[in-house]
């Protein structure tokens, strides 16, 4: 089966295991990019005539009609690496072409960070180390809080979110899920129960998880972001954009609760933004799903569930016209 | 019984609960401390004569040998801090005193900072709070690692060691501990295994647990130092006199690894101390005990243990002179 690897040295390098190129050429007829760039749409639709699978990642060109159009024998698209709507149309599926995208395994890291941004938070980490750079001891006079017992609300059971939970077992906390897709019995399964927007946004802690998608836009309303009790933890790891950021802001400079965001509305953040100076902030520039050790295994993890789904096996990672109207 | 609660109104309001005020009501004939501040050695002395038992907490005097000899008739003494030691000379034990100590209980809080500085620092997340005030967004270039999966290397195998391996069960890593009082079976009961001071500070994770004692005074030297491998994440929560803290300076500023300090051998640290300005260190105040949910539970969970520990019942926090010769 000939398969065409669309990402460059530079890139396969972060995403590529040694494992993974080998198991690429041991079941395909794999063209690397010799280039040391990322194809432009019009050279990736002249090399596209006999491919039957693509192996894709960031920086790939999108899967435009013209692309496919020409794509005549391809019959499944391998990402390896975040959200698979800015490379693929909703109409690959209609073509026949079976989508798998290793977004999931992101969803690791993500969960990672946010148990990291959390428990930092609590603790006042970054407040305290930016306090004794400046010549302090304990002149702040700050004491940390607890996660055990806690009570957190999750907006959005996606699969950060389920990653999150999973890291939280040892805490024996108490999970609150907003999500208008979940069962109750799945919430069991996760050890949460079902609440609506208005009693997550009430809880001591509340991570946000929620894809970007037309439903979602400013969903966290400022009647909402005004329920955040004083005291409270709020985690951004999904979108900027699923926030209202001014009235966001006004809640901020009251400095009534903590914040740790990794997205932001606009992205690259301002430089003048006024975020920038809170003091109940942690920042970080959109990097909670990436890491050394997600990166280097997704083009290994979708490959391989690539190849299962392929065979007719179960596959984690396959994508459906469904999932993607609802997803990341 | 006759109990005397040695600390004033303003350190009950941060270690006594209303659950535990009405406990202590309920079993003893209690005295306060009505004074606004803790009591001197002399004041104690001459109130402790019908004493039968001592709540103490941080503030509290020492038992001297002067106090004690006029304490005929002490049974016991409940303490809602951390080490003991500095309370009670070894002497109490000879003369029948039983000794109670919250000190697991801090614990948690302490396992809770480990996670928290280990995944702080595996991801960068003060570095990058930091980059992100002064007007950045990804310039540093930095990737995060991921803890699921890792090595971690504990040194010592104390109560904060065990709250720390708990939380850390989600991540499947693989630990390994050195302490020479640790059995092969112990280890294996903590999901771990045993392994010499040079296996463990070889590992890409160490967390320092070891109490300060004279035997662990400088017990990671210069040549063990030598041993934390590039790109490493190295956690002191316990103290500061067990790192040979000048070859550890030198080490720390190759910059080849990354330390979240919260201890140091001379504290409060020097307002000029270089430690101060190093780019690869979180630094916090001797914090990682404490928290707001720890500390209003200290009273309350040895005063329960104790209540049981008198009526012969089991005891989780009493120590023996045993114990006492080898803890923190």
Redesign the interface.
Known sequence: MKALVLSPASRLREVCSDKCRALLNEHFDVTWNETSRDYTKEELAELVSDVEVMITSWGSPSLTDDVLSKANKLRAVGHAAGSVKNLVPKQIFSRGVRVFSAAPRIA??VG??C???L??S??Y??V??????A????ELG????????STIGIISASSTARAFI??L???QVNVLIYDPYLTEEAAAGLNARRASLEEVMSCPIISVHAPKLPATERMLSRELLALIPDGAVFINSSRGSVVDEQAFMEQLQSGRFFAALDVFEK???A??SPI??LPNV????H?AG??????LSLMEEVVKDMIQGLNQENSAYEVNERMWEVMA
């Open positions: 690791l890291s990672e960070y148990l990291a941004a428990l930092a609590l603790r980490l970054p305290l180390d930016a306090s004794l750079r010549g302090q001891w304990r700050l004491k940390g809080r607890e996660l055990t017992g999973k890291l077992a040892p805490f992205e690259p953040l430089a003048d920038r100076s942690l920042l970080t520039p990097i990436a890491s050394v050790q997600g990166h």
